[in-house]
């Protein structure tokens, strides 16, 4: 499976961005899809996965409420919609994808990365 990341860019605080991540492959549904972020200085860190069926989702607490992920698995897409942009939001944004059923969290079990896409959020 490969996977290009593209949406990012720079939003105001309080802002909106939808990333998007699309994925090589005939079994794209079979896949849980996560997105996790790197601030400069940090850690990758979970930001929101969901199951191959698109059924479960799951977030953390620093995004819950502001952020969707979603899939469209006839375009073997899977989207960050982030909305009420936080300057502590500003991050390079990974996909990844592992070929598993439910939701995945850990990092250390996805087994495909993509390229990356910078979000910077201004004050």
């Known amino acids: 499976v490969q996977l290009q990341a593209s949406g990012g860019g720079l939003v105001q605080a309080g802002g909106s961005l939808r990333l998007s991540c699309a994925a090589s492959g005939r079994t794209f549904g079979s896949y849980a899809m996560g997105w996790f972020r790197q601030a400069p200085g940090k850690g990758r860190g979970f930001v929101a996965a969901?199951?191959?069926?698109?059924?479960?989702?799951l977030y953390a607490d620093s995004v819950k409420g502001r952020f969707t992920i979603s899939r469209d698995n006839a375009k073997n897409t899977v989207y960050l919609q982030m909305n009420s942009l936080k300057p502590e939001d500003t991050a390079v944004y990974y996909c990844?994808?592992?070929?598993?059923?439910?939701?995945?969290?850990?990092?250390?079990?996805?087994?495909?990365w993509g390229q990356g896409t910078l979000v910077t959020v201004s004050s």
């Open positions: 969901i199951s191959g069926s698109g059924g479960s989702t």
């Open positions: 990844a994808a592992d070929y598993s059923f439910g939701v995945v969290v850990p990092a250390s079990q996805y087994d495909y």
